[in-house]
């Protein structure tokens, strides 16, 4: 076993070590391929933000948010979620954990998206029918908890396909998630969305991967209901702000169009997000969530309206978990999470009973 967990480690930091050392694009939007990989796969991650690496418990769909947080408390669970987007977009998950007595634990993971059926036209504008477009990630995600901390990585095949045409590329997460022996706090780190386009779209060129660096804390005070968390993304990029070129800016006294410029503050914000969760007991939580960057970029010129905020709720009963989240993307809409999980190791093993 030691032989074993020595290896494991040393896989992880080497991964961790090649990912971190990769290039990242200069800027974020429009620059990745398989932007999918960017989006919360539960409504536990929507809820806290759409990115959190070190809120520990046993909800399985949070192993999409940092491998590392795969943990005991998460054997035997099943968890399904389902994501209603504007229009026809629609996002479905699945994740199972088990743990076994010589390999050690592992995850399974599917994320599917589809965007509906869309309308297409030739150069003429002629209507030439509809077709499909659809994205989907399956991935094993395996990790090793010594003492204090757990090491998680997952390996993921992505694949994006438009109109019969495919996109196939390789995906690899790693992290370390850092559990205070006695006090109720965590300090998570992951590198995500590291790898390889495999086969481009025809007719485009091989591109980079929307890599993330993310690193996090999650505390809750002693005597007090309420869980904080503060995560930091795209450490590996500094400047995260974008500016519009051809947007119009204010004029001044003389009538002089001033253009707006990039902010210290404002880029530093659009590196973090905030969440609190009001634990009122094991079967009950709410909980909100603030993302800046996500604020920022899908404002319109005059408002913002919540863009960026999250709300969420989860309750149990009767062994079930049903978390939900409202997430507001754009004053033009919104997007509604769905997660239900169960331990069914259990639930096979009173049938089994009986």
Do not use: C
Not at 95 to 106: D, S
Request: net charge neutral.
């Amino acid at each position: 076993m030691k032989q074993l967990f020595a290896r494991r480690v040393a896989g992880f930091f080497l991964l961790f070590g090649t990912m971190t050392a990769l290039p990242a694009a200069a800027q974020l939007g429009g620059r990745a391929v398989f932007p999918f990989l960017d989006l919360p796969a539960g409504a536990q991650q929507a809820a806290l933000g759409g990115t959190n690496v070190s809120n520990r418990n046993d909800d399985t769909s949070m192993l999409f948010a940092n491998p590392a947080l795969l943990n005991d408390e998460m054997d035997g669970r099943l968890a399904l979620s389902y994501v209603a987007y504007i229009n026809q977009m629609r996002q479905s998950t699945a994740a199972y954990v088990f743990n076994t007595q010589k390999l050690g634990r592992f995850g399974v993971g599917i994320n599917y998206f589809n965007y509906g059926d869309i309308e297409g036209y030739d150069p003429a504008g002629n209507s030439l029918g509809t077709f499909t477009v659809s994205d989907y990630t399956v991935g094993v995600t395996d990790s090793y908890t010594k003492g204090k901390f757990t090491f998680g990585a997952t390996a993921k095949l992505a694949v994006s396909s438009i109109d019969g045409s495919r996109s196939v590329g390789g995906v690899a997460d790693v992290g370390i998630v850092y559990k205070h022996p006695k006090e109720d706090f965590t300090v998570g780190l992951a590198v995500k969305n590291a790898g390889y386009q495999f086969t481009p779209f025809p007719g485009t060129e091989r591109g980079r991967l929307p890599l993330d660096v993310q690193l996090g804390a999650t505390i809750k005070p002693e005597h007090m209901p309420v869980r904080f968390s503060l995560t930091a993304h795209h450490l590996q990029q500094w400047d995260i702000q974008y500016l519009d070129p051809n947007a119009r800016g204010d004029l001044d006294e003389d009538g002089n169009e001033k253009k707006a410029s990039k902010s210290f503050g404002d880029n530093l914000a659009r590196h973090f997000t905030a969440s609190a969760a009001l634990v009122l007991g094991k079967g009950l939580q709410f909980r909100v969530g603030y993302n800046h960057l996500q604020r920022r970029e899908l404002a319109l010129v005059n408002t913002s309206g919540s863009a960026g905020l999250s709300f969420g709720a989860m309750v149990r009963v009767a062994g079930f978990q049903l978390d939900y989240t409202h997430a507001v993307l754009h004053a033009a809409g919104s997007s509604e999470y769905f997660t239900l999980a169960r331990n069914i190791d259990t639930l096979f093993k009173k049938k089994d009973g009986q």
